[in-house]
């Protein structure tokens, strides 16, 4: 019988060597420090690598404990559901709204979605995943683990673009429209953030399964990766916001990261 997400057979048999994680880790934090220093409309390149460089850290980080292809066909996914919805939404206003995209989001796919957009929601996803099974730790044993995982994992990556809208305002990355919704957070109206929280919740209903470690035995090791990777993106995101001088944004991205690397630092140690 499957035990809940985060048990391995033991942590010696079946993770694979760190050092390529941290490798790619170290670099994405090199590269996310030197985008700081480029003008928001000539950062196209530079944050394209990052946001490469990202994914295949996030991908990286759970082949150490599953297999390859379950992690890149859960990657696949997450990149199909998510870039489909935004490109629905900026066809025809659903499910999070009407959007165009600018031309700093990158090139689109067939003529609908930039590249950039399903690849976000990878790293949204993946490292949300990493970050709540960390903070979820002292209550891994319980009977309804899976569901407060998937359910607090929407909730992160709802979290994440709650950060990440005020980023894409300052680096031109796409437009929210005006809908008869008066209030708005720079530009996104609350049909964006019940939009995430919606295609989250469908995306982790379809990968979870593939994500989940099938050998019994006892719990593996805290892994901070995902944490190091999330919070990464949130201080670029409030870094950026506040060169915008976007002070709200500052102080929810703040706010976000102090709280999550808290309860996170408290499961840690469970």
Request: glycine share 6%; hydrophobic share 60%; with cysteine.
């Amino acid at each position: 019988m499957a035990l809940p997400d985060g048990f391995s057979k033991t942590a010696s048999t079946t993770a694979k060597p760190a050092w390529p994680v941290h490798l790619l880790l170290a670099l994405t934090l090199v590269v996310a420090v030197a985008s700081v220093f480029v003008p928001p409309r000539q950062s196209q390149p530079a944050d394209a690598f990052l946001l490469v460089l990202a994914v295949s850290a996030s991908v990286a980080i759970l082949a150490r404990t599953l297999p390859l292809q379950s992690v890149l066909f859960a990657a696949f996914i997450t990149a199909l559901i998510g870039g489909a919805a935004h490109g629905l939404s900026a066809r025809t206003g659903l499910p999070f709204g009407p959007l165009s995209f600018g031309e700093q989001s990158g090139p689109q796919l067939f003529n609908t979605v930039p590249w950039t957009v399903p690849f976000i929601w990878v790293v949204a996803i993946f490292n949300s995943r990493g970050v709540v099974r960390l903070l979820l730790r002292p209550w891994r044993k319980v009977k309804n683990y899976g569901i407060l995982l998937m359910a607090l994992t929407a909730l992160l990556a709802l979290a994440f673009d709650f950060a990440l809208e005020a980023f894409a305002r300052v680096k031109h990355l796409w437009l929210w429209q005006p809908t008869k919704i008066s209030v708005t957070w720079f530009g996104a109206s609350p049909l964006v953030f019940l939009g995430w929280a919606f295609v989250s919740g469908i995306i982790l209903a379809v990968v979870m399964p593939y994500l989940i470690r099938k050998q019994p035995g006892n719990p593996s090791a805290p892994d901070f990766a995902p944490l190091i990777l999330w919070l990464g993106a949130i201080a670029l995101f409030g870094i950026n916001a506040a060169q915008a001088q976007a002070w709200p944004a500052v102080m929810a991205d703040g706010i976000f990261a102090v709280v999550i690397a808290v309860l996170c630092w408290r499961g840690a140690k469970w």
